[in-house]
């Protein structure tokens, strides 16, 4: 089968990798790709807006399916557009995408499915937000309705804070949307938990611990995500039935009643209080940088699952994993959260392992006169995976030091709670 993945970060690299390593595969074409794409696809440049011009790309290159990667083009409906064409698309449509393209929209099933999320409120001028911010108080999460790239969130610790970013959202700072929803601040660990889903199943596709604030001990802006490991340890066999009949199953149904049924990757966002699930997010995608450890941990064919996937037969199919632990640290460009060096030359990247263990997953580079630059803020995925997390984790700061890029920093402390909890659990 040929097959055509979209996007050009971590998790198309990762993706573009796990499925090299399937026996069933003809060509592997990556829009727009990166440096690390390029050694095991082919790229082609096009602007990932542009659906007629990526259609007349699968066209030209018989793809037989293509995968989406970022929530982008699957909010703007490029499932629906293929789909018109006849293109096998693996992605939820336009309609199903709007659980992570608005947080009304979400936030409204929540509430009419009985599915537990944080109390709320819905907002589209001042005067009923500012009641509803006093009312409430702090710590309130203030947050976009729409897309905001990881940047419409803001867990506020004062009045005046959450009164600045309401009006800056009421304002049209995003521009996806005026709206702004008001939070209650829900205490707890995160989980991220990952799900695939046809018309007729769904199965467990991994767990996973984000890091999304930018500096060591979780301090400091959000940004779209520092590192990640998996599993997570949270995850016990009750809290995993809980996740399920609580929140994935009622929204799967919701979804079907809509008459949109939820197809592609689901991946909640929970935070866990007391051993209870509560959704934070959904997000209708592979998460970056958690889909760069699944794709390290998974075992079975990935081209075989989607394939089964998009012939709404996961019924049939057993989804094996790698028990080890893996762990990803991503490499920034300095700056990032905010503007970021581009344009600087990453050396050494020969000297490091690159093996079923050990794996630098590209996101913003490319490859010039034989030459490796940054494009991006988010730039490395030092990716590796071993019997424990400790160990997965020494070898990813080894091969990063090795890189040794100057332009760049990362956190050396991702995987801390969990290896807290070792350390708890030894003495
Ligand atoms: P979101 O984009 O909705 O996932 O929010 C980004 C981050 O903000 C989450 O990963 C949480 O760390 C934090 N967050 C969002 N909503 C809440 C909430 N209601 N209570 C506590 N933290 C939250
Ligand atoms: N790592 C967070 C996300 O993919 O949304």
Same mark, same amino acid.
């Given at each position: 089968m040929n097959l055509a993945v979209i996007g050009s970060g971590g998790r198309e690299h990762a993706l573009c990798y796990k499925l090299q390593q399937s026996k069933k595969l003809g060509k592997l074409i990556?829009?727009? /790709?990166?440096?690390?794409? =390029?050694?095991?696809?082919k790229n082609i440049d096009v602007n990932i807006r542009d659906f007629e011009e990526i259609y007349k790309i699968i066209k030209k290159n018989n793809i037989d399916m293509v995968v989406i990667g970022p929530e982008e083009p699957l909010v703007n409906g490029i499932t629906d557009y293929l789909k018109k064409k006849s293109v096998r698309v693996f992605g939820p449509d336009k309609f199903a995408s709007q659980l992570e393209g608005s947080k009304a929209f979400m936030k409204n099933l929540c509430k009419k499915n009985n599915i537990p999320t944080a109390g709320y409120g819905i907002f589209n001028e001042w005067d009923e937000a500012k009641k509803f911010i006093d009312k409430i108080g702090v710590p309130i999460v203030v947050k976009a309705d729409g897309l905001a790239a990881g940047k419409g969130v803001t867990v506020c610790q004062t009045l005046g804070e959450a009164k600045i970013k309401t009006k800056e959202i009421l304002s049209g700072k995003f521009r996806s949307s005026r709206l702004v929803i008001l939070e209650e601040f829900l205490e707890g660990e995160e989980l991220s938990y990952f799900t695939i889903v046809d018309r007729n199943s769904y199965h467990f596709f991994g767990s996973a611990q984000d890091h999304? &604030? #930018?500096? =060591?001990? %979780? #301090?400091?802006?959000?940004? /779209?995500?520092?590192g990640a490991y998996s599993p997570a340890r949270l995850l016990t066999n009750d809290l995993e039935k809980k996740i399920k009949k609580k929140i994935i199953e009622p929204t799967l149904q919701a979804m079907k009643d809509f008459g949109h049924p939820y197809e592609g990757f689901l991946y909640a966002g929970l935070m866990i209080k007391d051993e209870e699930p509560y959704l934070i997010e959904y997000n209708i995608r592979m998460g970056d940088p958690e889909c760069q450890v699944l794709m390290m941990k998974l075992k079975t064919d990935l081209l075989e699952i989607l394939d089964y996937a998009t012939k709404n037969n996961l019924n049939d199919l057993d989804i094996q994993w790698d028990n080890n632990e893996c762990i990803t640290i991503v490499l920034c460009a300095n700056g990032y959260p905010g503007d970021y060096l581009k344009n600087k030359e990453i050396k050494n990247l020969s000297k490091i392992p690159s093996d079923r263990k050990n794996q630098i997953f590209h996101a913003g580079t490319y490859k010039k006169n034989n030459k490796i630059f940054s494009n991006g803020g988010r730039v490395l995925n030092s990716t590796c995976i071993a =019997?424990?997390? =400790? $160990?997965?984790? *020494?070898?990813?700061?080894v091969a990063l030091e090795k890189i040794n !890029?100057? %332009? /760049?920093?990362? &956190? *050396? %402390?991702?995987? !801390? &709670?969990?290896?807290? $909890?070792n350390e708890d659990n030894k003495r």
């Open positions: 990556c829009i727009p /790709g990166n440096a690390g794409t =390029e050694k095991i696809a999304k &604030r #930018v500096g =060591e001990g %979780d #301090v400091g802006p959000n940004t /779209g995500g520092m =019997e424990t997390l =400790e $160990k997965a984790k *020494k070898q990813s700061l !890029w100057n %332009d /760049g920093f990362f &956190r *050396k %402390d991702i995987g !801390w &709670r969990a290896i807290k $909890k």
